[in-house]
């Protein structure tokens, strides 16, 4: 009797914890599929965001990133692993903690929908040769695109700001910037530390399309 009672018992732990499981899965795809139409116009969050990632989500700081054209699959992935806690930064965390799913959705739609600033620097053929040979070497198109523009969860990186890039892929490298799936850290690992320079000087100067 006490053993059927126990049997009974956990079969109703085992049910509620994948009818929790089923709901997060079904929050999660029911806010990556919303159209991006939703996001106009800026949503009241976006104000808040301004004051680093710049006007319309065009960063006028080296060192901070451009949200502009971002994929909306990336803006929402990142936003949501800053809530969570898996991605931390002092500056970055405290404006993800309080998002709810619908807001995090609508920031993603809006900023991915704004246009990226043209590139601040240009380079000499010589510069922007020696880059493009790197990135080509190192198969960054294959996971980021043919032109680097991003797609679903992977970054764009053309236009990026270059201090930025070089602060990521060296974050990389030495696994101190959070990965989701490990692709990029272990993507990271074989390119030397004056190739980051060289790469994040050219992908900053690439213009979108
Ligand atoms: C006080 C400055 C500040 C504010 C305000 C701020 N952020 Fe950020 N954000 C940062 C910094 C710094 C980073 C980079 C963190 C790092 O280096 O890991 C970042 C990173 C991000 C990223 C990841 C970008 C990438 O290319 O990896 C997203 C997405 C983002 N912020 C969205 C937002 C949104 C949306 C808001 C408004 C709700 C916002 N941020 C407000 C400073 C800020
Ligand atoms: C095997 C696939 C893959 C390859 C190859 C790859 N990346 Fe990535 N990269 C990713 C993924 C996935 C992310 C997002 C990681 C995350 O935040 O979870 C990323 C993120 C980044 C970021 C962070 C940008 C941001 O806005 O936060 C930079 C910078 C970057 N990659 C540069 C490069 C460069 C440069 C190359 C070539 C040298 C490269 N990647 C090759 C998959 C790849």
Do not use: W
């Not at 939703?38 to 990133?65: D, I, M, R, Y």
């Not at 931390?88 to 404006?95: G, L, V």
């Amino acid at each position: 009797m006490t053993a059927k009672r126990e049997v009974i018992a956990s079969r109703e732990v085992i049910a509620k914890r994948s009818a929790a499981v089923a709901v997060v899965t079904a929050a999660a795809v029911f806010y990556l599929g919303m159209p991006s139409a939703f996001a106009q116009p800026a949503p009241v969050k976006a104000q808040a965001c301004v004051a680093c990632h710049g006007p319309e989500g065009n960063s006028q700081n080296p060192a901070l990133p451009s949200l502009a054209g971002q994929p909306r699959q990336f803006i929402v992935t990142q936003l949501i692993m800053f809530r969570e806690g898996n991605r931390k930064d002092p500056q970055m965390s405290p404006f993800a903690m309080g998002l709810t799913n619908p807001e995090v959705n609508e920031l993603g739609a809006y900023f991915s929908a704004q246009k990226l600033a043209p590139p601040a620097k240009k380079q000499t053929p010589e510069q922007a040769s020696a880059g493009k040979r790197l990135a080509e070497q190192f198969n960054c198109n294959v996971c980021h695109g043919a032109t680097l523009l991003g797609q679903q969860h992977i970054p764009r990186l053309a236009g990026q700001q270059a201090e930025y890039l070089r602060v990521q892929l060296r974050g990389f490298k030495s696994s101190t910037r959070f990965d989701m799936d490990g692709q990029m850290t272990s993507a990271a690992q074989a390119i030397q530390a004056s190739d980051i320079d060289v790469l994040a000087d050219y992908l900053a100067s690439l213009s979108g399309p």
